[in-house]
């Protein structure tokens, strides 16, 4: 059982300007071991530049992110070793296989080359794994990077529509493999369009719009908020 007290990520009144535009005005949250939480948000509401505060691709204007104790902005790479990160576009080496690439990563992140394996097993590339990365599909690419996230298990995972182009049984392989995260006592925030998905998978839903948390909640309210995500879409900054 995960320790639902201790909190593994969190973020302090975030706000991020670009010049004289503001992206992000004030986001403030916590995730805790054990959860996967879901992010959502109108396009241009500030969703992509909070994901990218949280991970240390860029630094916040103001407030901070504390990750498993350690703050993003004074201790980068030790709050990048706590992480597993999946972009929306993942950047990966073309002409490495998928088991290059996930080796590649656990020898990054000091673990055996033995868990490997296990990282390519979940996402189901099978014998594709050793074709090139070149040759992949985006979901095929998609499927690699999460093997790179999970080979080392680390007690978060930032997720950014990592779901998106996997086929069905490799999704649900991906989504007990997150649910068995959070029961070795993980946090997983997943960022994502498809509101359906959260509310099967997700235990609470954070929204995002206009630059701040419109609204934090368990998943199961979900239904209350697809107005406010479908409706009313925010300008982009």
Do not use: W
């Not at 959502?40 to 990750?67: D, E, F, H, Q, Y």
């Not at 990563?105 to 099978?126: H, K, N, Y």
């Not at 392989?173 to 993980?186: K, M, N, T, Y």
Request: charged share 25%.
């Amino acid at each position: 059982m995960s320790d639902l007290s201790r909190v593994l990520v969190h973020a302090d009144q975030l706000g991020r300007d670009f010049g004289r535009v503001t992206a992000v005005a004030d986001v403030s949250f916590q995730l805790r071991a054990g959860e996967l939480v879901g992010l959502v948000g109108p396009n241009g509401a500030g969703k992509s530049t909070t994901l990218k505060m949280l991970t240390g691709a860029l630094l916040p204007t103001r407030g901070r992110v504390v990750i498993d104790g350690i703050e993003v902005a004074s201790d980068p790479n030790g709050a990048r070793a706590k992480m597993g990160i999946v972009p929306e576009e993942p950047s990966l080496y073309e002409y490495l296989s998928a088991n290059e690439m996930v080796g590649f990563a656990a020898r990054i992140r000091g673990v055996p080359q033995s868990a490997c394996a296990e990282a390519i097993a979940l996402t189901g590339l099978g014998a594709d794994a050793d074709r090139l990365i070149r040759e992949y599909s985006q979901g095929m690419r998609r499927k690699t990077a999460l093997a790179c996230a999970l080979v080392a298990k680390p007690p978060v995972l930032f997720l950014d529509e990592a779901l998106n182009g996997l086929d069905p049984p490799s999704a649900a392989r991906v989504v007990r493999a997150l649910r068995q995260a959070c029961d070795e006592g993980a946090t997983v925030l997943l960022s994502t369009h498809v509101l359906d998905t959260l509310e099967k998978l997700a235990d609470r839903v954070v929204m995002i719009r206009q630059g701040r948390v419109h609204a934090d909640v368990p998943a199961s309210e979900l239904p209350s908020l697809r107005a406010a995500f479908e409706n009313e879409p925010t300008p982009a900054p």
